[in-house]
């Protein structure tokens, strides 16, 4: 099985334990998983970049220039959903989860679906 690098939309401090910053384009810190043959082999986290550099697509490209293979959010706009399907990093909705743990185990267990545009926002307007 190859490795997943999975980026998690955090409250501060970020982390395992950490809430999940439910919007993915306004967190202030993601939380970095990685995964190989079904297990967490490391984490770390991610400070985010804020949308004036280059938009709702600014972290898109961040998160792919980091390595980034998935996303586990709550909640993003249809253009960052559309850039992470070009930069090929799946999505998943994980707006059920109350803590990137959480979000992690569902995502390993296979119960997460992957994002569709009937559950974006309207946009970075917010």
Known sequence: MSKTVLAIPSELPGGMDAGMGMHFGHCAIYTIVEIENGAVTAQST??????????????????AGHGVTALL???????PLAGFNQM???????????????????????KLNRFNLDQTCGGCEH
């Open 46 to 63: 991610l400070a985010a970049v804020p949308h004036q550099q280059g938009g709702c697509l600014a972290p898109v490209q961040y998160l």
């Open 73 to 79: 959010a709550g909640g993003m706009g249809m253009r």
């Open 88 to 110: 090929n990093i799946e999505v998943f909705f994980a707006g059920n989860c109350a803590t990137v743990g959480q979000a992690v185990e569902a995502f390993l267990q296979n």
